[in-house]
């Protein structure tokens, strides 16, 4: 931590961050860590967001941020080349240029406790939480209460048709919306969360014998088999709207274990920009037409 009077670096959030959120526990697919700044730079204002996109970019320009900690990485993927003629070429040079750091907590984050799902729970008020998939033993994330996602009990019974709409409206609005799947007046009094993408943990839903289970990116044909097996009903909310929730506690957390001003992007990045309901089907008339002899 930065000494008293003096603004901490970016080594200091970085250590800060890696305390709460050990690389080690990330997926070995994942890109997690800093990303571009000087360690010695200093930083007063971070601004936490969900994705590095342009517009996000340019909110922490505008908000004179020293830094961006961010759920998703930039650079997931190999590249060989971060030219500016290149999407996540001209964010990097643009961040370069501003002097603001970049740091990506993305599956580390997941699997924390309290993490990324435990920030989705709270929503919905559950109680009792408790992973829904542990890591497996002898990985580095292995232990306590860590692993993705969460189950708990819900203050009260709902149908699933009225947990739908209470997700709706818990959830930061997205053009997306919220989606389920199953028989709408199933009662719901277990549900299992899981911020992003989490058609892989549909298995362990089924496991857990919850009555239901909300996650974002769900896909027709596993879905589908899902609900022919007989498992949980299948709430799907849109990705970013699933892991905003956690912004809030990484800033909360960021506040108290450094002297910095933190803020959070409410930008919504969900790609999808429109949605349109089905009209309602006409009412159906069931007398018999009038037939002249």
Same mark, same amino acid.
């Given at each position: 931590? &930065?000494? &008293? !009077? &003096?603004?901490?670096?970016? &080594?200091?959030?970085?250590?800060?961050?890696?305390? #709460?959120? +050990?690389?080690?526990?990330? @997926? @070995?697919?994942?890109?997690? !860590?800093?990303?571009?700044? @000087? +360690? $010695? $730079?200093? *930083?007063? #204002?971070?601004?936490?967001? *969900?994705? *590095?996109v342009p517009e996000t970019v340019d909110e922490a320009l505008a908000a004179d941020a020293d830094m961006i900690v961010a759920h998703h990485p930039l650079l997931l993927r190999g590249v060989s080349s971060v030219a500016a003629t290149t999407f996540k070429g001209r964010i990097i040079h643009q961040l370069i240029r501003a002097g603001v750091a970049l740091y990506a907590a993305h599956t580390n984050a997941d699997v924390a406790s309290p993490g990324v799902s435990d920030a989705l729970a709270a929503r919905f008020g559950l109680t009792g939480l408790r992973p829904l998939q542990r890591p497996a033993p002898g990985s580095p994330a292995h232990g306590d209460d860590r692993g993705f996602g969460r189950i708990g009990e819900l203050p009260?019974?709902?149908?699933?048709?009225?947990?739908? #709409? /209470? $997700? $709706?409206?818990v959830l930061p609005v997205t053009s997306w919306g919220v989606r389920a799947a199953g028989d709408p007046g199933r009662m719901v009094r277990t549900l299992a969360v899981s911020g992003g993408s989490g058609d892989s943990f549909l298995g362990a839903a089924t496991a857990a014998g919850v009555d239901a289970f909300l996650t974002a990116d769900l896909r027709h044909h596993p879905a589908g088999e899902h609900l022919a097996a007989d498992g949980p009903?299948?709430?799907?909310?849109? /990705?970013?709207?699933? @892991? #905003?929730?956690?912004?809030?506690?990484l800033a909360a957390f960021l506040r108290e274990a450094l002297d910095v001003e933190t803020l959070v992007s409410d930008l919504d990045t969900d790609p999808w920009t429109v949605h349109a309901a089905a009209p309602a089907a006409p009412a159906v008339d069931d007398k018999e037409p009038d037939r002249e002899g």
């Open positions: 931590m &930065s000494t &008293s !009077g &003096s603004a901490p670096t970016v &080594s200091d959030v970085v250590a800060a961050l890696e305390r #709460r959120f +050990p690389p080690v526990w990330a @997926e @070995e697919w994942d890109r997690v !860590g800093l990303v571009l700044g @000087e +360690p $010695a $730079a200093p *930083v007063r #204002r971070v601004l936490c967001v *969900v994705d *590095v009260q019974p709902m149908t699933l048709a009225e947990l739908t #709409r /209470h $997700a $709706a409206a009903a299948l709430i799907d909310a849109a /990705h970013w709207a699933t @892991e #905003r929730p956690w912004l809030d506690d």
